[in-house]
């Protein structure tokens, strides 16, 4: 079948045939020269300790490659739409607005993407002031949304629809939409005030006082915020939910408090005013107390069992776990304290006290059982 075509071929039908071929060799010469372009900056790139070149260049690697085919298939067609009269070569020019649009977008949001891994990379933030993660992504989202919804409306004129009736229609069905997505919508608007307001980052320990919500923020996207909890779980969070309820956020936090009540005994009430005493110098000589704040040592209260005394001091570490140390290490030494003035923490203890008369009733009454 091929030998019965090759011999009916004439050169003659075809005019188009020479400048097509040679079109094609351009595009793969192009095609070469962009992949050797691109391989030796790649290795001059590596030898610098520049990020932006290297986010650059990964983002203009493939979009490069694919213009080069593009452009060359665009004039390969060009050339056969000159010799026929088919009609789907008068879109010609269209299709290749939108195919350069389209590439375009593609570099621009990969460009995007690679700025904000770099950012976000230890490389970049070990030798540069830290970065906030929220606000790199938040911006790198709001960079990207930009560049897809400027590129849709630039590909629209291009196939001929008119932006005013585009925007005219998408106001309409913007109220249809929100409607029916109010709660996506919420949600959205709730992650861009998240953006924001930023009462809480990337990394960040929340809690919230009104819903079970604790753990640590791991990523905040616009429609919910994932959250780590302290025993390992994913916990996904609407972001309309934060509008409505209170957060806490101890990361943020300059101090952590000890506020703890130390109970001694009854018959240790000539030693509380030295235990006192003598638990406050230890606070004040303490290496970890932060003595700008506040620090209280005082009797405080005549309980059931105990006479109770209380420690109200601020750690200088907001650690949790440095944190406990520290106030295991004070406990223990306001115990040795009270140990080393002869006195002891008191527990809890009922005193009885009974009619001397019934007692000696119930001490004859045994006696005469004794006998029996």
């Keep these: ?34 992949s050797r372009l691109m391989a030796r900056l790649a290795l001059k790139f590596a030898k610098t ?27 390969v067609l060009e050339i056969i739409g000159r ?92 109220i249809a939409v929100g409607f029916a997505a109010k709660d996506l919508l919420a949600n959205f608007f709730g992650g861009l005030m998240v953006y924001l307001d930023r009462p809480f980052s990337v990394g960040d320990w929340i809690r919230s006082p009104d819903k079970n919500i604790e753990g640590t923020v791991e990523n905040i996207g616009w429609r919910q915020t994932r959250i ?39 018959e240790d009430a000539a030693r509380l005013p030295a235990i006192i005493d003598k638990v406050r110098a230890m606070l004040e000589n303490h290496a970890d107390i932060d003595l700008a704040k506040t620090l209280i040592v ?14 109200y001091t601020f750690t200088k570490t907001t650690n949790w776990v440095e944190y406990h140390r520290i106030k295991q290490d004070v406990l223990l030494q306001i115990l040795a304290i009270i140990h080393e003035l002869g006195g002891d923490v008191a527990f809890p203890t009922t005193t009885v006290k009974m009619d001397p008369i019934t007692i000696e009733n119930a001490q004859g009454r045994i006696a005469e059982l004794k006998n029996d």
């Design 83 to 174: 010799s026929t009269d088919a009609e789907i070569f008068s879109a010609l020019d269209s299709m290749r607005a939108v195919g350069v649009v389209l590439i375009l977008a593609w570099f621009l949001v990969a460009l995007v993407r690679q700025i904000e891994l770099r950012l976000l990379s230890d490389d970049y933030t070990a030798k540069d002031e830290p970065i906030d993660r929220t606000t790199v992504m938040a911006l790198g989202k709001l960079v990207r949304t930009a560049v897809i919804i400027v590129s849709g409306l630039m590909i629209l004129q291009n196939l001929g629809y008119s932006i005013s009736g585009v925007l005219a229609f998408g106001g309409i069905g913007g």
């Design 298 to 311: 005082n009797f405080n209260k005549y309980n059931a069992s105990s006479l109770d005394f209380f420690v």
């Design 228 to 266: 780590r909890t302290f025993d390992q779980r994913p916990l996904y969070v609407p972001n309309a939910t934060f509008a409505q309820i209170s957060v806490e956020n101890p990361s943020r936090m300059l101090n952590r408090r000890i506020y703890e009540t130390i109970g001694v005994r009854y």
């Design 1 to 34: 079948m091929f030998k019965q075509w090759w011999d009916s071929f004439q050169p003659d039908q075809y005019p188009w045939l020479g400048d097509v071929f040679i079109v094609v060799l351009i595009i793969l010469a192009a095609n070469l020269f962009v």
């Design 49 to 75: 300790r520049n990020l932006w070149d290297d986010a650059l260049l990964d983002a203009a690697r493939r979009p490069a490659i694919l213009m080069v085919w593009a452009v060359g298939a665009s004039h």
